[in-house]
């Protein structure tokens, strides 16, 4: 794992580890909650660098890198709905993917109807955000393997989210300069590396990922 150490919203820091190729980041207790709004940024920035790299599967059993138990998958509800993730069962921390980890940041929501709708009318199958299976589209509105709702991340997630961090620490950070509509398409910009036609296998968090991540840049 890569090591990072990230802002702290007490003004202090602290050290988190990232596996890239499984997109996964691992917690000691508490570390999530205390990253700064920069922090945050920093790691939605890290994971829109590594984009592209082919995500490896999680093996069934991981052990806990401080006592070697192993980790056991945990289902949470928070603010930002249902949470997922692997923790110690002698709470040393919580290992989070990268996807789980934008969506307990308010990142990502679940597609309305209305916006399903849309995106049904250009593609028929998509990747599930959560766990990579092929989802049909026309048939189902959630993964039928983990049975995660179609989820979508845009702009006003990301500004609304930056916002209340920084509120909270009686910070201000500007907003982006100019707002980036939902990745769903036949919107006209910003563009994702290519635009996906009928057909294509594509996951939409992940093409609000490269938009965000590409205004982030500048």
Sequence with gaps: MVAEVLARSDGRVETINLCFPCHVIWFDPGESAQLAARAVLSLFQAIHAQRDTAQR?????????????????????????RLTYYRCACDHGRLTSFFQFLREK??????????LTRVRAEISEVHCS???????????????YCGAAISVLDADAVEKALRMWTEAQAKRVPPPQ???????????????????????LVELVQLGVRAIGKMLEH
């Design 57 to 81: 599967p999680l093996p069934e059993r991981m052990p806990c890198p401080h006592c070697s138990q192993p980790l056991l998958l945990t289902h949470d509800l928070v603010k930002s709905g």
């Design 106 to 115: 308010q990142f990502v929501r679940d597609l309305t109807p209305a916006e």
């Design 130 to 144: 959560s766990c990579g299976a092929p989802v049909d589209l026309q048939r189902d509105a959630s993964c039928s």
């Design 178 to 200: 100019s707002a980036v509509p939902l990745p769903v398409f036949g919107d006209p910009a910003p563009a994702p590396d290519r635009s996906p036609s009928a057909g294509d």
